[in-house]
């Protein structure tokens, strides 16, 4: 595949390296098109060694290619990143003042954006307005990931790792066809988080990488989706509706708000199964002496039973996860099987998790049951090769 890979000027296109070298791997053809201020960052040397394809910046080099225009015309796929404010809003307002935007207004392949800079920026009406507009044209624009920025400054902003970046830009020139067109679908991700107190609660390990993964196989393949994001730590797949959502509650209502006209409701989200009796007021203080502080839980609300008992659109699909672990009681398919047959739901996906498993990593290997507990389905690879299994797994129903 031909790629374009356009950087921008910003501390991060150090990553940008790595997300070359990451697609050059996986066999792809990758012009890299800095613009002037990214050639501060990373020498243009690196780029083309690196690319195996000459670098420029300029309108003015390569005229008897017309390059300004060719480069544009032969991509398969255009990624940028780092997108930065400046080039965001450059690309926003049509500029073509450098070889990158005037790509970016030949192009008319799936184009992907993946910002970072400094919240400020991030979070200014302007930067809001342009990546709003974009997203509005068909630029898939990637949320930014969370975490130390430049200096001790930390926030949204900070560039998503080139995995994560690679993923979600191939995944918008799949081959798969676009066989959930017309339909909506509501996936659940991440972790919820019960409050003990004013700074801590009660949560678990999940990272919401397997449902945001579902939630951008399913739009590559047509469906209109709502994510309801408890803690991710990923950023949500442009194109998607996003409802965030804190506790174990408010994931519960706000998934039965969007599941009232959903015809596939997937519960990726590793809802807590405790909660505190209550919530303390002021931060639990250690007791003296080392005496052990009781904490009363009650369990919570398994909204997939629910959900899968009540169907709020008749015929709807209802598919749930389960994150087991083997004991003396049974192995991880045993749990699954007995789960399956208790839940109600349509599919459950069953996975391994702890010892580096599941949790925060960039694969799973799942085993799919039906309601019956019988094995329909099973796939090991990358979490997005993962979802669309699951999805292929939903559709094999009818």
Not at 75 to 86: F, K, N, R, Y
Not at 240 to 248: L, R, W
Not at 291 to 310: G, K, M, Q, R, Y
């Amino acid at each position: 595949m031909h790629i374009v890979l356009g950087v921008a000027g910003g501390i991060a296109a150090y990553k940008a390296v790595l997300l070359l070298r990451l697609l050059r791997e996986q066999g792809h053809s990758v012009r890299v098109v800095p613009t002037r201020a990214a050639l501060e960052f990373v020498g243009r040397a690196t780029w083309e060694a690196l690319s195996g394809q000459p670098v420029t910046t300029d309108v003015f080099e390569d005229v008897d290619q017309v390059a300004h225009v060719a480069v544009g015309k032969q991509a398969e796929l255009v990624i940028v990143a780092p997108a930065t404010a400046d080039l965001l809003a450059r690309a926003a307002t049509g500029q073509a003042d450098d070889l990158l935007t005037a790509t970016l207004l030949v192009a008319r392949c799936p184009v992907l954006l993946a910002p970072a800079m400094h919240t400020e920026m991030w979070e200014h009406p302007a930067t809001v307005a342009n990546v709003a507009t974009l997203r509005a044209r068909g630029v898939h624009v990637l949320e930014p990931a969370a975490g130390r920025l430049t200096g001790s400054d930390t926030g949204p902003g900070r560039l998503p790792e080139p995995e994560e970046i690679a993923t979600a830009a191939l995944a918008l020139v799949s081959d798969r066809p676009r066989d959930l067109e017309g339909r909506h679908v509501v996936v659940s991700a991440g972790g919820t988080r019960e409050p003990l107190d004013p700074v801590r609660f009660l949560g678990n390990r999940s990272s919401g990488r397997q449902g945001v993964a579902l939630a951008q196989a399913a739009h590559a393949r047509g469906a209109r989706v709502t994510l309801v994001a408890a803690n991710v730590d990923v950023p949500v797949p442009a194109g998607v509706d996003v409802v965030h959502a804190e506790t174990g509650a408010e994931l519960r209502d706000a998934v039965r708000a969007a599941a009232k006209d959903a015809d596939v409701v997937v519960m990726a989200a590793a809802v807590a199964d405790f909660r505190p009796v209550t919530s303390a007021e002021s931060k639990i203080k250690k007791q003296p002496g080392g005496a052990p502080t009781v904490l009363e839980l009650v369990e919570t609300v398994d909204i997939l039973a629910e959900l899968a008992a009540e169907r709020l659109r008749p015929g709807q699909v209802v598919v749930g996860f389960a994150a087991e672990t083997g004991d003396q009681a049974g192995s991880v398919l045993e749990h699954g099987r007995a789960k399956a047959q208790r839940k109600g739901a349509d599919l459950l996906v069953v996975n391994a998790v702890g010892g580096g498993r599941g949790f925060g990593t960039d694969v799973n290997d799942v085993t799919i049951l039906d309601g019956s507990g019988a094995v329909v389905g099973e796939a090991t690879g990358t979490k997005i090769e993962v979802a669309h299994a699951v999805w292929d797994a939903v559709l094999s129903r009818g």
